[in-house]
């Protein structure tokens, strides 16, 4: 089993739409959780960080982590064109510890 | 701008060349990374330097070999590649303790 699976899409939603993104992970000793964000011909940027368990909301994005279940989400609310990128969860146990990355899923947002 | 700088963004090279891969950060971060990207495949880590040392090598081939001359500066050394080898090869940084590291734009790599 990966450590960290992610569905790589693509997936296509209308403008305005909630746009649901997820990641299961293996390793029940990860603690921080991270999205990224890459738009194409670009390097990725950190969009949200979580510590442990729970939600965190940072505007149109709220980050979910569900540590009994080993799965994250993270959801757009109000999505625009704008947030076409591809978008990668990131894990790992410690702060200092190397970040496992998912493969990425590729969001398209149709206007 | 993240703050990190990679060049060249492209990068064509044949299998009997040696190139290298620059990458610069001004951000004042004690740490710097090599990243592989490929397609339909997570970020591979490939190198981590911290305070200038090498702390990780991720069983990543000799032909790939980095340098860290300071804080600043991080390089990658190419020689005799082989097509599997093209990717985009990203840098990134961060301050050791902290919440996120930074990439760069990365270096498309190809070999023919």
């Known amino acids: 089993q990966k450590e960290v699976e992610q569905d790589p899409g693509p997936l296509s939603v209308p403008e305005g739409a909630i746009v649901s993104l997820n990641c299961t992970y293996s390793n029940s000793a990860f603690q921080y959780f991270m999205w990224y964000r890459q738009y194409s011909r670009k390097g990725p940027e950190l969009l949200m960080y979580?510590?442990?368990?729970g939600n965190k909301e940072d505007g149109r994005f709220t980050a979910q982590v569900d540590k009994s279940s080993k799965y994250i989400s993270l959801f757009i609310r109000d999505s625009q064109p704008s947030d076409s990128a591809t978008y990668l969860c990131?894990?790992?146990?410690?702060?200092?510890?190397?970040?496992?990355f998912g493969k990425g899923t590729r969001l398209h947002i149709l206007p | 701008e993240t703050g990190v700088t990679q060049t060249p963004r492209h990068l064509v090279m044949g299998m009997t060349n040696k190139k290298s891969l620059k990458c610069e950060q001004h951000l004042g971060h004690n740490a710097m990374y090599w990243y592989k990207q490929s397609a339909k495949k997570p970020l591979e880590l490939m190198f981590v330097?911290?305070?200038?040392?090498?702390?990780e090598n991720n069983s990543v081939p000799s032909r790939f070999s980095p340098e860290c001359p300071n804080s600043s500066h991080l390089f990658l050394h190419l020689h005799t590649l082989q097509p599997e080898d093209s990717a985009l090869y990203l840098c990134a940084s961060s301050q050791l303790g902290g919440t996120e590291a930074f990439f760069g734009q990365g270096t498309r790599l190809t070999v023919v």
């Open positions: 330097y911290s305070l200038e040392e090498r702390v």
């Open positions: 979580t510590y442990s368990s």
């Open positions: 990131a894990m790992n146990e410690n702060r200092d510890d190397k970040i496992i």
